[in-house]
């Protein structure tokens, strides 16, 4: 079975603060996501890459970065976290030869206050 | 811009009926559409993909069409059960990205 494990499952940091999220999979998968979920909005895309070392950006990535230095580990990170990035945060993957079935970490939930 | 709407209203049924789930979408020409299964606290698990020139699709109690005139997908849940209570999200895929819905939670009373 395919294991996408995210580092922390709750997460609790101040304003100003600089976070890394990090996200881990075991089944050599290419592409590898990060969105925010919000009740009554879904899952946005914040970054993708789809190889190492290569990132792009998707609906929402102000105030993000993300960075894969190996295939299976991509991070996400808040420069200077902001109280409107308050949410759930979930990383996912997927093998490039399929049709693009996405395999989620448990989510990792982030307060700023 | 591209919009998905699923059930803007949760989802109340009692065991053993169908649910029956609306995924609507405007600006977007899907080459495949899929459905997942969110439990709260947790990430989402795929269940189903449907391609553009498939009408119907199946997988033990789960029904899933899609038609691409009416910009819909409908996701049914037969002889429902307490289980199959969650959030389920239809996503949208032309490339390696999706597009997902905000979302339609069912509640099957015993």
């Known amino acids: 079975d395919v294991k996408v494990t995210q580092s922390s499952r709750y997460l609790v940091k101040r304003t100003g603060e600089k976070v890394f999220l990090e996200c881990v999979q075991d089944m050599d998968h290419e592409n590898m996501f990060w969105y925010r979920q919000d009740p009554g909005l879904g899952l946005r895309l914040i970054y993708f890459s789809y190889d190492v070392k290569m990132k792009e950006k998707g609906d929402i990535p102000e105030g993000y970065s993300v960075s894969r230095e190996k295939k299976e580990r991509f991070s996400l990170i808040l420069e200077s976290a902001s109280t409107n990035q308050t949410s759930m945060y979930l990383c996912?993957?997927?093998?490039?030869?399929?049709?693009?079935?996405?395999?989620f970490g448990p989510g990792t939930r982030l307060t700023v206050t | 811009s591209q919009k998905i709407e699923q059930n803007s209203e949760a989802l109340n049924i009692q065991e053993g009926k169908t649910a029956t789930l609306t995924c609507n979408y405007t600006?977007?020409?899907?080459?495949?559409l899929q459905w997942y299964r969110q439990d709260p606290g947790r990430g989402p698990v795929f269940l189903l993909l449907i391609r553009e020139n498939e009408k119907e699709k199946r997988k033990e109690r789960l029904k899933v069409t899609f038609d691409t005139t009416l910009k819909q997908s409908l996701f049914h849940i037969t002889a429902s059960q307490p289980a199959d209570s969650a959030t389920y999200l239809c996503?949208?895929?032309?490339?390696?990205?999706?597009?997902f819905g905000a979302g339609t939670t069912v509640t099957v009373r015993a």
């Open positions: 996912a993957s997927f093998y490039r030869g399929s049709l693009g079935e996405q395999y």
């Open positions: 600006n977007y020409s899907p080459a495949y």
């Open positions: 996503a949208l895929g032309g490339d390696y990205k999706l597009s």
